[in-house]
């Protein structure tokens, strides 16, 4: 719920247990995808800052359920030699505690020279 009201998104798969297992058929409520997303994002920023990202996307693979524990990984593809500097290439990985994949990923940032 504290996702829902920080970012404004309160679809009921995410906030109402009897609406995603009633009327959706899930088995409960799971993790909005942008929350994923952010968390996935932090390992790149804990490492490279905010400032120096250029580009992030990624797919969702799978929901997060209550309880599931996430592993996060960025993974240098190649270092690109560019006209303002370095730009490193990333890939990103976020497994849940079976190893299943839940997001991946590509992202690009500027390497201090």
Partial sequence: MQYAGASGD?????????????AAGYPGVFAH??????????????W???????RYGVRFKAQVWPGDTLTAT???????????????????RTVNQDGAEVVTGT?????DP
């Avoid at 995808?33 to 804990?46: F, H, K, P, Q, S």
């Avoid at 960025?74 to 490193?88: F, L, M, S």
């Fill in 10 to 22: 309160f679809n009921p798969l995410h906030t109402d247990e009897r609406f995603a297992v009633e």
């Fill in 33 to 46: 995808g942008m929350l994923t997303m952010g968390m996935t994002g932090r390992v790149l920023t804990d």
């Fill in 48 to 54: 490279v800052g905010t400032e120096a990202l250029l």
């Fill in 74 to 92: 960025a993974t240098v593809e190649a270092i690109e030699d560019t006209p303002t500097g370095p730009v490193a290439h990333f890939t990103l």
């Fill in 107 to 111: 992202a690009a940032a500027r390497l």
